[in-house]
């Protein structure tokens, strides 16, 4: 796959890195309330189109915290996966588990951008993995900062995106019955002014 083309929910897994309450109290790149919100889309697009999610938690008794609470009720039965390295890549059970899906395009968010979300994006497009950065459901510590940490991914070969577009690139064709519910939910639920045109569409068609 490369850059240009358009992801599939069979060509893809969502990993989603250390997004634990601990984290985000040094999360200072961008509204916090809206990060989490983000990367709960995500996880509920991910399960809407049955894309593989992969979390990973660190220090999560000595300092950061288990999976925030949102995520950890749309994702019951992902049992995060705890590490000690900053880079995913180099733990041999988070390794282990993306590769286990089989997919090689990752879709990747969580905290923080500038070590624990851009190491392992790094490392898998060294390994020759495409990547799709959800920057929306990132967070770094400075606004600078994050962002020289997204340029440096892009620089790299990631491609920059957002929840909503990861979404609606999966969705493609709102004909599409089988997801149209849960994917039309996750916008009315995340997606700001979007999310309020859907509901009034529905109630203007069916008033």
Known sequence: MTAASLITPQDCAVLIVDAQAGLAFA??????QSVRSNLVALAKTAKAFDVPVIVSTSASKVYSGPLMPPLRAVLPEVTPIERRNMNLWEDEAAKAAVVATGRRTLVVAGLLTEAC???????????????????DACG??????HEAALQRLTQA??????WLQILLELQRDWTRHDTYEAARG???????????GLDYARDMIHP
Request: no cysteine.
């Open 117 to 135: 979300v851009s190491f392992p994006v790094l490392s898998a497009l060294a390994e020759g993995y495409a990547v799709r950065v959800v920057t």
């Open 186 to 196: 996750i916008v009315v639920d995340h997606g700001g002014g979007y999310g309020i």
């Open 157 to 162: 070969g990631a491609v920059p995106t957002s």
């Open 140 to 145: 770094g510590l400075t606004p600078a900062s």
């Open 27 to 32: 999360t200072g790149s961008g509204d916090r």
